[in-house]
């Protein structure tokens, strides 16, 4: 088990952690979950980084990263709705684009096919992540000035979640219709 592979691990067990704080009422526990959900996502962009500087990439870190990140949000997005801080409807078209391009990534890697990260996919988890923790914190400090980031960067990551999914399907195309003629 290399580093990498252990700070995965790290992130699925910080998913329960993170969901403590936010749903046990006690004082400052929305801000203590934003801070776990916070470090939870920065070990996303650690461990890949320690894989490939080390040429670590492994089979279980393929598979546990992406599953890691999608627990980790899925919590989150799932918690908001039911403290009513997001609409369900947004969380649905999220989680479905996870599962689409999961889907996609599954078949192509039976077909030998690797799909990688797109520029629009990492602008959706830095959108998704931004939107989230400032749900999390209530907009803080923006409701201090009554600006709404919260909502904006909701949207924002609502349509950077279609983008880079209908982005990941138009370029990857011939793996959804192969041997369809």
Do not use: C
Request: hydrophobic share 55%; charged share 15%.
């Amino acid at each position: 088990m290399n580093l990498a592979n252990k700070i995965t691990i790290v992130r699925i067990l910080l998913v329960p952690v993170f969901m403590f704080f936010l749903l046990v009422k006690m004082p400052y526990g929305d801000y203590i979950a934003a801070l776990v959900f916070i470090i939870a996502a920065l070990t996303d962009g650690l461990d890949g980084y320690i894989a490939r500087s080390r040429n670590q990439i492994t089979k279980f870190g393929k598979f546990m990263d992406p599953l890691a990140d999608k627990l980790l949000v899925s919590a989150a997005l799932i918690s908001l709705v039911e403290m009513g801080k997001i609409h369900s409807a947004i969380v649905i078209v999220i989680i479905a684009r996870e599962f689409a391009i999961t889907g996609l990534r599954v078949l192509a890697a039976s077909e030998g096919i690797t799909i990688a990260a797109s520029y629009w996919g990492k602008f959706k988890t830095i959108t998704q992540i931004i939107a989230i923790v400032s749900l999390l914190i209530n907009n803080f400090p923006f409701s201090l000035i009554n600006f709404p980031f919260d909502k904006i960067s909701v949207a924002l990551a609502l349509i950077f979640t279609v983008v880079s999914g209908a982005d990941y399907i138009y370029k990857n195309k011939e793996v959804l219709f192969a041997g369809s003629k």
